[in-house]
């Protein structure tokens, strides 16, 4: 059973930077692209940023240039690394990780960033 839990949200000022972590447990981390999804009060929940297994990279435009996504597989840990922040960019987010070969997904809890002065 592959279980993920992010951590690292919270209250940042306009221009600020976050890092958020997804821990997974589960030997199918290393066969899988991870992805950060987020989802904002009132909207659909929205893809933002893709690593494939072979650390292949893909961003919203909306977040392209200041946002990071990194894995590390002896760890099993997703990252999301959020510079210049907006106040557009609060969400809840969540971590997904997609198995490759059966596209089962699997989910985070989610945890809350706020952008705000």
């Known amino acids: 059973q592959v279980q993920l839990v992010e951590s690292g949200g919270g209250l940042v000022p306009p221009g600020g930077s976050l890092r958020l972590s997804c821990a997974a447990s589960g030997y199918i981390f290393n066969f899988s692209e991870l992805n950060w999804y987020r989802q904002a009060p009132g909207k659909q929940r929205e893809s933002v940023a893709t690593?494939?297994?072979?650390?292949?990279?893909d961003y919203a435009s909306s977040v392209k240039g200041r946002f990071t996504i990194s894995r590390d597989n002896a760890k099993k840990m997703v990252y999301l690394q959020m510079n210049n922040l907006r106040p557009e960019d609060t969400a809840v987010y969540y971590c997904?990780?997609?198995?490759?070969?059966?596209?089962?997904?699997?989910w985070g809890q989610g945890t809350q960033v706020t952008v705000s002065s």
């Open positions: 997904n990780l997609r198995e490759i070969g059966s596209g089962i997904q699997y």
């Open positions: 690593i494939t297994t072979e650390s292949w990279t």
